[in-house]
């Protein structure tokens, strides 16, 4: 099953860059609709904040209204896609290359929250699932069009990976994935170099 995915444009990234709309979204994402109230609780922040956050993931095509649902009292939300990818930002774009760092700054807090919390609630897993998280690194000399390749092949295993959808003990598992040149080894060495 191929998951449904949303690119961002400039616009979109900055909208997404901000820490809370990206739990939000990730909530709607795994947990299905919800008001804002109930992210509110979730996340704790006020309703004002969270309904304002929601209107602006709205605005680029992150979430919608779910007509499924609700009162006319209470608006449900809904993610419209189950995934969000990225482009490189075209050489020279320096708008859509902060627009995308500031994403990405969002996307490792919220990352790093959740490892935190998955560390924190290992003790009580059980044996099981201990067995089958980890928090692994390597460390290997690749060229840059190698960790293209490595991406990409990753990416197709778990493109590939069949749910068990039907299995009363499946649970949902995260799979965080970040592949990057060692920091201060690259950067600044190769400021001509556009790619």
Known sequence: MELSSITPDVAGLRALSHPARLRMLGLLRSDGPATATTLAQRLRLNTGATSYHLRQLAQHGFVEDDPERGTGRERWWRATTQATTTEPAPPGD?????SL???????VVVHTEQLQQAVEERGLLPDRWRRATTSSDWHVRLTAARAEALIEAIAGVLGDVEEDLDEPDAEEVVVQLHV??????VAGHEAGDPT
């Open 101 to 107: 760092d500031a994403f990405l700054q969002s996307v």
């Open 180 to 185: 990057f040149p060692r920091p201060g080894t």
């Open 94 to 98: 320096d708008a859509a290359r902060d």
